[in-house]
């Protein structure tokens, strides 16, 4: 009776068998397409982070740059500072914190640094307006002399009186039974 067992026993393990190798190369076809689609799905990030690193590049060589430049005197720490920032751009590390305070303070440094070009070239043209329209006593006192024909001519001429004396003027104007 044992070798009619192992005869009827020998028959299902083949079937099985089959159908193990037919899951197993299903399995392998899946596997293969997967992997096929998860190197799609990373050259489309990559494309993506070396947009996102060309702009923080950028950033880092035009407006960071300047700020390191302006802000650290030591040319050996600014290196150092500039070497760990490309490390940062080279992982595309945007969302890292330090990335983000230099970018800030670096933008914070540029408009500061605008705004005090926008009143270097206004305090230059003060002192251009000092030097040439203002700088005779005539051009000065002409400012004063209309005002004062002007207080003079006008209907409240109380205020003031022909020898010029502001003081003098209102206390004859005040009226204290107002």
Known sequence: MSATSSNTSGEPPKAELSSILSQ????QSD????????ENAKQKVEKLTEGKRTEMKTSLDTVIAKWLDDSVEN??????FKEGMERLVKNTAEDSGVWQVVVCAS??????ANEIEKLRLECEDLKSKV??????????KRARDETKEGASGSADGAI????????NGFEKSFDPAL
């Open 24 to 27: 197993v190369q299903n399995l």
């Open 31 to 38: 596997r293969e397409k997967l992997m096929k689609e998860l």
């Open 75 to 80: 040319e050996a720490i600014r290196g150092q």
């Open 107 to 112: 933008a914070a440094h540029a408009r500061r």
């Open 131 to 140: 030097s040439g329209e203002f700088s005779s006593e005539a051009s000065r």
């Open 160 to 167: 003031s009186n022909d020898n010029g004396d502001f003081w």
